[in-house]
């Protein structure tokens, strides 16, 4: 389902676990934390999971998915919720979206 080359990191409200991809492990510290708080914080407040993925072109993409059977789950609120992170964390998401063109895509070099 997901490119785990390009997964940057996600949450996962069943397993109460967060992972960052070790590809990624050279980020700062604050950015590091600063994601974990978002992709838990998004799970404990919608359920399912949160993935946080770059496409081709080095664009974040924001996914979440819950299992079938999962009642608890928001699909409006998550909706909502991924607007609002996308609107709150901009210039995180950006500098992220920077950092893994110039990196990883080698663009600008």
């Known amino acids: 389902m997901y490119n785990e080359e390009r997964v940057l990191c996600g949450a996962n409200s069943y397993e109460k676990k967060f992972y960052l991809n070790d590809k990624f492990k050279n980020l700062p510290e604050q950015v590091k934390q600063e994601l974990q708080i978002m992709c838990v914080m998004f799970t404990e407040e919608v359920?399912?999971?949160l993935v946080l993925e770059y496409d081709?072109?080095?664009?974040?993409?924001?996914?979440?998915d819950a299992n079938e059977d999962d009642i608890l789950y928001d699909e409006i609120g998550s909706g909502l919720k991924i607007h609002q992170i996308q609107l709150d964390k901009r210039e995180l998401l950006e500098a992220l979206e920077m950092y893994y063109r110039v990196l990883i895509l080698g663009e600008g070099t």
Do not use: N, V
């Not at 081709?56 to 979440?64: A, N």
């Open 47 to 49: 359920g399912g999971t």
């Open 56 to 64: 081709e072109d080095g664009y974040l993409q924001l996914i979440t």
